[in-house]
């Protein structure tokens, strides 16, 4: 908060985010400069449309005084207001929560400030209405004898926001010069339209002043001083603009791979494989960042001191550069023959169903296996394969009507699951359903894993 002193009067500029903070600041001026609190407040200007530059005003304004005084602010800021502050509010809050460390113990291993100062305010807080909107960049006004010439910056650090100076004093005002995108998750800024607003300032105001102040910072004096200032801010918002639409501009599979050979060159290794992995998985049919990306992944693997860490890099680079399959580690087939239970080779069996290929398929295929002693229920339904165990009580079952029933023994059942044919013991229904049933499994040809298992 800034106060402009009046013989009669305070002028309060951006009156702080609560009452409590801004009636202390007023408090503390008073106490130095008005011990007899002889002056009211006489206007406000509120710069911009974030909270921590108007939402304080209620308590400074002498009650019923609102509307008596003129409330300066940027044409647009009330709707700026609703659709950051309003609008995306809770979403603003919830990740301003983050930023602000909140819940952070106040220690050294936790939260030690926000950057701006030690912490936000948790204050009450309030939005009155301004009365008197800035259209134009070089409109004038005089409030309390005090004549002040303003400059319109919309889309700056705030969607609606304004500079202006004080001639008679010799003071330029930039509220905020120093930030482009917030975690907070404010609006992006744009770049070069704050560029241009501070040449213009230069411009405008640069042979006048000999400070100038903002919201949040010490102010600077001199004017060489602060022509510099400001010229380095236009200039760092000019580049990160500029630059940043050259190298998109740039971009393509061949500018990241001079990029990634650049970062190898640096031994920045980690960096040039993940930007190379990037354009790997755009540009498959492209080899050189395939190429490039083995070279990477080779150098990290002969930079490891970790085997396994060795071994994922070079596997890496064997696969780039020869496009050979990975095999599994086991390549032999694992036959379980007769061990598991029933029931284990029911659960194998459910997990190579192809559900879409399932889907429309209704089965039902009853086992009675003679010297295990277990009667089965397998059943195909909604893509999944269910298999029940059936007892004496199950009694008569809803999906009765089974396709197939088998009697059979635990060796003669294996063979059936495994799609041969066998003489069982007893059957009825038909046959084919067990093949139908084999065939909704997926399990390729000569794979290591799956129904070859059984
Ligand atoms: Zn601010």
Redesign the pocket.
């Known amino acids: 908060m800034t106060i402009v002193q009046r013989k009669e009067g305070i002028i309060i500029i951006?009156p702080l985010i609560s009452f409590e903070c801004a009636a202390a600041t007023s408090n503390i001026c008073q106490t130095h400069h008005d011990p007899e609190k002889q002056r009211r407040v006489t206007g406000m200007i509120c710069?911009?449309s974030?909270?921590?530059?108007y939402m304080g005003a209620q308590d400074v304004l002498p009650p019923g005084q609102a509307l008596a005084i003129p409330i300066i602010a940027p044409e647009g800021f009330m709707e700026a207001v609703m659709s950051e502050s309003v609008i995306a509010g809770p979403a603003m809050r919830q990740r301003a929560a983050f930023m602000y460390g909140r819940t952070l113990p106040r220690r050294p291993q936790g939260y030690i400030g926000v950057g701006?100062g030690m912490g936000s305010s948790i204050g009450s807080t309030s939005l009155i209405p301004p009365n008197l909107m800035i259209q134009n960049t070089g409109e004038e006004h005089v409030v309390d004898g005090v004549r002040i010439v303003f400059q319109m910056v919309p889309e700056t650090?705030?969607l609606a926001e304004i500079n202006f100076h004080f001639p008679g004093f010799q003071a330029l005002c930039i509220?905020?010069i120093a930030?482009y995108l917030t975690l907070r998750g404010a609006q992006v800024r744009d770049a070069k339209a704050w560029s241009r607003y501070l040449d213009e300032a230069i411009v405008l105001f640069g042979s006048e002043p000999d400070v100038v102040f903002g919201?949040?910072n010490w102010p600077t004096w001199g004017r060489k001083e602060l022509i510099n200032k400001l010229a380095e801010q236009r200039d760092m918002y000019a580049y990160l603009h500029d630059q940043t639409v050259r190298m998109m501009n740039l971009g393509g599979v061949e500018a990241v791979c001079a990029q990634a050979e650049d970062f190898i060159q640096r031994r920045d290794l980690r960096f040039a494989a993940t930007l190379l992995h990037h354009a790997v998985a755009a540009y498959s049919e492209i080899s050189k960042p395939k190429t490039i990306l083995a070279s990477a992944y080779k150098k990290l693997a002969h930079g490891a001191e970790n085997a396994t860490w060795r071994n994922l890099y070079l596997t890496g680079a064997q696969r780039l550069r020869t496009r050979r399959q990975v095999r599994m580690v086991a390549r032999s087939r694992t036959l379980l023959e007769p061990n598991p239970s029933v029931e284990q080779w029911f659960s194998i069996l459910s997990v190579q169903v192809n559900g879409e290929r399932a889907a429309e398929k209704s089965l039902v295929i009853d086992f009675n296996v003679t010297d295990a002693n277990e009667k089965w229920r397998l059943l195909v339904s909604n893509g999944v394969l269910i298999h029940r165990r059936l007892c004496r009580s199950s009694g008569q079952l809803i999906d009765d009507r089974p396709d197939l029933q088998m009697v059979l023994s635990k060796q003669d059942l294996l063979e059936v699951l495994r799609g041969n044919d066998v003489e069982c013991k007893k059957q009825e229904g038909r046959r084919e359903a067990v093949q139908e049933l084999l065939t909704l499994t997926s399990v390729s040809q000569g794979s290591a894993r799956g129904p070859s298992q059984l």
Not at 50 to 53: A, N, Q
């Open positions: 951006d710069s911009h974030h909270g921590d530059h701006l650090e705030a509220p905020e930030t919201s949040h």
